[in-house]
């Protein structure tokens, strides 16, 4: 497994492999069972397996949860390579943003709503990497987790008015034996954090806004930001809520795949 640190390294490493389907995991690192079933996915359909390590700072609006984001290189680049990927990309800030960076990718409409309005700028920072490590890796296929339903469906807008020529591949959301999807910033929580914290696949496993929002209201300790239905592909029930100090979202699909 080759790790890349510039653009430059990466174009050149791939430039061999074009002949066989490529395909992107992008990730921010804290890899676990969600990222590596990405993984898994890729690597079956595709020649070349590029994984993407980066912590984007232009989708965090918080600078506590930027800073307390959980990072370990060394741990996630041996999982990438026992998952068979063939090059992680991993770049330095000023490798993605140099200075005198100033061009953004805006998903007006799917973008400002949800998560959107919760952590406005949010989704202008993931389409704005996310159409630079396209244009960096130029894959065939990308990879990405149901778990952000709305992620999902701002990159499938994008993809679509901007003509990107990738195929877009979307994952089930993997869960933990008792019901919370897995998520990087789960390792930031503490036992009792994580109990309250189940709260939400519990209320979104009921499938019904009332039934959610209700349960949610006599859940202790946690604070909801919101539960909504909302019109992606397929519709979701999807809701954010914060225990202690961290951020949780999550969502079950209401028609078609319902995983
Ligand atoms: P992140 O590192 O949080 O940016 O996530 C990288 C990719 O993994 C995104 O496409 C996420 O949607 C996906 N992902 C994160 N958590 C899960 C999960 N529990 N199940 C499936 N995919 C996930």
């Excluded at 990438?80 to 330095?92: C, I, N, T």
């Amino acid at each position: 497994m080759k790790v890349a640190r510039t653009i430059a390294e990466t174009r050149s490493a791939l430039e061999d492999v074009r002949d066989g389907p490529i395909g992107l995991v992008p990730t921010m690192g804290g890899l676990h069972e969600g990222h590596l079933s990405l993984l898994r996915a890729a690597r079956e359909e595709c020649d070349t397996v590029v994984m993407s390590l980066f912590v984007n700072p232009a989708q965090f609006g918080d600078e506590h949860d930027l800073a307390s984001y959980p990072r370990d290189e060394e741990r996630d680049l041996a999982l990438a390579r026992d998952a068979g990927v063939d090059l992680v990309f991993a770049p330095s800030t000023e490798e993605m943003y140099p200075a005198g960076f100033q061009t953004w990718v805006e998903v007006t409409e799917v973008g400002s709503r949800l998560e959107g309005a919760f952590r406005p700028g949010h989704f202008r920072g993931v389409a704005t990497v996310v159409l630079k490590l396209f244009s960096v890796v130029r894959p065939d296929r990308a990879y990405f987790g149901q778990k952000d339903a709305q992620q999902v469906a701002v990159i499938r807008q994008m993809i679509r008015d901007l003509a990107l020529d990738v195929d877009l591949r979307v994952l089930p959301t993997v869960r933990d034996d008792d019901g919370l999807a897995l998520s990087s910033r789960n390792a930031l929580l503490t036992t009792e954090e994580r109990k309250r914290a189940l709260a939400l696949p519990r209320a979104l496993a009921t499938k019904d806004l009332t039934a959610a929002r209700a349960l949610l209201a006599r859940s202790n300790g946690l604070d909801v930001d919101y539960v909504e239905v909302a019109e992606f592909d397929p519709p979701v029930l999807a809701g954010a809520v914060r225990v202690g100090s961290v951020r949780l979202i999550d969502n079950v699909a209401l028609e078609g795949d319902s995983k």
